[in-house]
Nanobody, 126 residues
Framework: QLQLVESGGGLVQPGGSLRLSCSAS????????IGWFRQAPGKEREGVSC????????YYADSVKGRFTISRDNAKNTVYLQMNSLRPEDTAVYYC???????????????????WGRGTQVTVSS
């Protein structure tokens, strides 16, 4: 069974950092663009960042640009989201998702993504 698993969430003070991981069970991530999405209470899920499968290109939402960094280690079958300078408004459940077959670039819309993890909670609060 193909499965994505997020980890690394938790409670952090404003200005702090967390690194989220997205790992795959049952398949290789090499051929998947990976996206990170988040959903805050009472809000719709939104795209945060994505990274291509092959050419290393990435995308960031304006709200996280300059603070978050997405990266991948195909040897470890894992994609990371380094989150720095966290703000209370970053509080949400964070999901990773896989988009198969996109070689260059990555797509922003969640409808493009085939496989989803169950999410990890990130809470930014003093």
């Amino acid at each position: 069974q193909l499965q994505l698993v997020e980890s690394g969430g938790g409670l952090v003070q404003p200005g702090g950092s967390l690194r989220l991981s997205c790992s795959a069970s049952g398949f290789r991530l090499d051929y998947y663009a990976i996206g990170w999405f988040r959903q805050a209470p009472g809000k719709e899920r939104e795209g945060v960042s994505c990274i291509s499968s092959r050419d290393g290109s990435s995308y960031y939402a304006d709200s996280v640009k300059g603070r978050f960094t997405i990266s991948r280690d195909n040897a470890k079958n894992t994609v990371y989201l380094q989150m720095n300078s966290l703000r209370p408004e970053d509080t949400a459940v964070y999901y990773c998702a896989g988009d198969y077959g996109v070689v260059f670039g990555c797509r922003v819309g969640e409808a493009a993504y085939d496989y989803w993890g169950r999410g990890t909670q990130v809470t930014v609060s003093s």
